[in-house]
């Protein structure tokens, strides 16, 4: 499976950007789609997982109800809508597949090469 992330750019706080995962290979009912971002001199961390099938949302607590993610079966493609973004949202956003619920980037097997969001003050 390869993941290509696409759609990061820079943005003003309050701004909006939408991200997307195109996935090449299959993605399986079971599979849990993520996004994961990581600012520089920083650890990755969790944003937000999807279960394929069913579409259960498991949001970070730092983005709820201004990150939406969603998922087009059809296109194999993954998004995140980013409403309201803070200056502390600059980071690299990447998309990953993994197996199980989890917010530890170890438990993700896939990963996409990432997409850089500036947000300036």
């Known amino acids: 499976v390869q993941l290509q992330a696409s759609g990061g750019g820079l943005v003003q706080a309050g701004g909006s950007l939408r991200l997307s995962c195109a996935a090449s290979g299959r993605i399986l009912s079971s599979h849990i789609m993520g996004w994961f971002r990581q600012a520089p001199g920083k650890e990755r961390e969790f944003v937000v997982a999807?279960?394929?099938?069913?579409?259960?949302?498991w949001y970070a607590d730092s983005v709820k109800g201004r990150f939406t993610i969603s998922r087009d079966n059809s296109k194999n493609t993954l998004y995140l809508q980013m409403n309201d973004l803070k200056p502390q949202g600059t980071a690299v956003y990447y998309c990953?597949?993994?197996?199980?619920?989890?917010?530890?980037?170890?438990?993700?097997?896939?990963w996409g090469q990432g997409t850089l969001v500036t947000v300036s003050s």
């Open positions: 999807i279960r394929w099938s069913r579409g259960s949302t």
């Open positions: 990953a597949r993994g197996t199980d619920w989890s917010k530890l980037p170890s438990d993700y097997t896939y």
